[in-house]
């Protein structure tokens, strides 16, 4: 018996030049599941860059595996990974040199599937749900962002950004093009970009610290209102309490604008990252993985 993938409907195009379609896993003519993957500019370029020009200057896309699904009594039977290794296949025919996905954090089989066919997790989704914050001492203090702030902030972390993303395998290149795209979507009028609560942190008088939070609205994640975006603690004022302070003026700012929920992306190295969030009660929801296909 044999596994393939099938269209399922026609092709969709984005304005952005990105692709998508849905693909129906099936054992001879035999529907079992189904699968929906995506190529997206993001920074990459736009789809259909082709595998020889890879090397030359012209960035290839980045593929997504979405919404995997074998039906349950099919499962354990290798159809998801059949269908994983055929849509990567598919990926690199539009011109992809790089696989994603994100796995629930419950999908154990998931995990395991992504895990054996060399997928590595580069970050992870934590949400917590809010009701309010302690206000912070007497000695500390929150205050917005003024201009020189905001200036000084975003070299800081484009500089902390693109560490991260090369840290993670994209090229210089590749990062750059990503955070430019990121600030152009998330910042577009810089400190006054509606709905963004940039702040900056203090302690008898003097800076310690920053943060990025859209308290609703703005989500990655549709069962998710409020996302911090950034929070930095200053290299030498770190191990001090500040981040969790930080944090605490982000729940403090969604349950103000009516958010009952607080989300945030953490990198998968970032240890004292994950154990600040634990210890707030942050849980993971959702594990994201990546594989290279060129």
């Known amino acids: 018996m044999t596994t393939t993938l099938r269209p399922a409907g026609p092709e969709e195009r984005a304005e952005d030049g990105g692709r998508s379609r849905t693909y129906d896993i099936r054992v001879n003519s035999r529907r079992v599941g189904s699968v929906r993957l995506r190529a997206v500019p993001g920074p990459g370029g736009p789809p259909g860059a082709t595998p020889e020009s890879r090397g030359t200057g ?31 296949e598919i990926l690199r025919g539009w011109g992809c040199a ?19 066919l060399g ?11 809010v009701s309010g914050a302690p206000e912070p001492p007497a000695s500390r203090a929150v205050r917005p962002m003024d201009e020189a702030d905001f200036g000084r902030w975003r070299v800081r972390d484009r500089v902390e950004l693109e560490r991260l993303l090369t840290g993670e395998g994209l090229s210089p290149e590749e990062a750059a093009r990503k955070a430019d795209a ?7 009028e810089g400190s006054a970009t509606p709905g963004a609560v940039l702040s ?29 975006y950034a929070v930095e603690v200053f290299e030498e004022r770190r191990g001090r309490g500040h981040g969790r302070e930080l944090m605490l003026a982000a729940e403090r700012a969604c349950v103000a604008a009516g958010s009952g929920t607080l ?27 990546r594989k290279r296909l060129a």
């Open 58 to 88: 012209v960035p290839a896309a980045v593929g997504r595996v979405e919404e995997l699904r074998v039906e349950p009594g099919e499962r354990r039977r290798g159809r998801a990974t059949v269908a994983l290794l055929a849509a990567e």
């Open 182 to 188: 990121s600030y152009r979507s998330l910042l577009p």
């Open 98 to 116: 790089r696989a994603e996905a994100g796995v629930a954090e419950e999908a154990a089989a998931g995990l395991a599937l992504a895990s054996a």
């Open 263 to 289: 989300g945030l992306n953490v990198h998968a190295g970032n240890v004292p990252a994950h154990r600040l969030y634990a210890g707030l009660g942050y849980r993971p929801v959702e594990r994201h993985l």
């Open 200 to 228: 900056v942190l203090s302690v008898d008088g003097e800076d310690v610290g920053t943060l990025w939070v859209v308290p609703r609205g703005r989500s990655p994640r549709p069962d998710t209102e409020g996302w911090v």
């Open 119 to 129: 997928y590595r997790e580069y970050s992870r989704h934590l949400v917590k749900e």
